[in-house]
């Protein structure tokens, strides 16, 4: 149980999106009292009813809330929403821990993944705005910690296989309708995302940045620097939308400083709270996005050395995006600083 927020009064803006109720499910999940709880989100939301615990909580128009109601304000609900009612909730006294993209890179704000890094917050003068980083940055930092603590990063080569719901109830609804749609034996016609993603994958999330990599890839390059401190790690990244609803994937390759020893590595990992190793793959035990779904770890699998450099490996890691790659992260950064 999150005992620290038994008695602190809670503000989810967004409350009406996939991450938003999710953060209502863990909350709940953690016998956090309704009365502790209020939900916010755009005009267009509110009036609307959430059940919480046999409550019914009713969703404010959040340009009518007033923060100094409130110690902690868990963002979800866009880079705009974000940037104009973040600051008027820290002047009001309201801690804000914002899981858009808005705030991530400000150097006077910390990037906080719990398990890795909570001991930066010591670093920031204001502890007021805290980011939550991207979903898929979170699962790999979690599963690069602990090697880079035994090994030393050199380089890292990810790609990502990414749920629809990273990209929004919109997102889910355009996969289920396609699906539908193509067994029909019909013509797809995209909407939300740029190409048929029912039977297919695209390479591509978000828009594309001036040096051809897109803004997801580069947030992930990005962040896992902040987050880890190895500004002189050379990170390269793919990212992919998949034909999955939740559960964010991660190949990734790692080059070290110092020569790999497999069972230290895996035995890292497996020890690393938070994070679980699901490796035998010759009994096919390994994790999928499925086995991911509603659980709070990181699941790490498919871990193996190099077979022609003795200072790299590659593993597979699997997490629950709106989870640990969201609403978790930012319930934990919550529970540390209230």
Known sequence: MIVSLLNCKVIIVGATGRVGREMLSILAENRIPAENISLAASSRSAGSVLKYMGSNLEVADLSAMN????????????????????????EAGCVVIDNT???????????????????????????KLIANPNCSTIQMVMALKP?????????????????????????????????????????????HFKKQIAFNVIPQIDSFADCSYTKEE?????????????????????????PVV?????????????????????????????????DDPQNFEFATPIDAVSK???FVS?????????????????????????????????????
């Open 218 to 242: 580069l947030k992930m390059m990005n962040e896992t620097k902040k987050i880890l401190e190895i500004q002189d790690v050379k990170i390269t990244a793919t990212c992919v939308r998949v």
């Open 67 to 90: 923060f100094a109601d409130y110690e902690i304000g868990l963002f979800s609900a866009g880079r705009e929403i974000s940037c104009k009612y973040a600051p008027i909730a820290n």
């Open 101 to 127: 993209s808005y705030f991530r890179m400000f150097d006077d704000v910390p990037l906080i993944v719990p398990e890795v890094n909570l001991a930066d917050l010591e670093k920031y003068n204001n502890k």
């Open 296 to 298: 709070d770890d990181v």
């Open 147 to 191: 090697l880079h603590d035994l090994f030393g990063l050199k380089e890292i080569v990810a790609s990502t296989y990414q749920a629809t719901s990273g990209a929004g109830q919109k997102g889910v609804d355009e996969l289920m309708s396609q699906t539908a749609i193509v067994m029909s034996a019909k013509n797809v016609t995209p909407s």
């Open 246 to 278: 939740v559960g964010h994937c991660v190949s990734v390759f790692v080059r070290f400083q110092n020569r790999v020893d497999l069972e230290s590595a895996k035995t890292s990992l497996d020890e690393f709270n938070g994070v679980k190793v699901i």
């Open 302 to 338: 498919r871990i193996r050395k190099h077979p022609a450099d003795d200072y790299a490996l590659s593993f597979w890691c699997v997490g629950d995006n709106l989870r640990k790659g969201a609403a978790l992260n930012a319930i934990q950064i919550a529970s540390v600083i209230s």
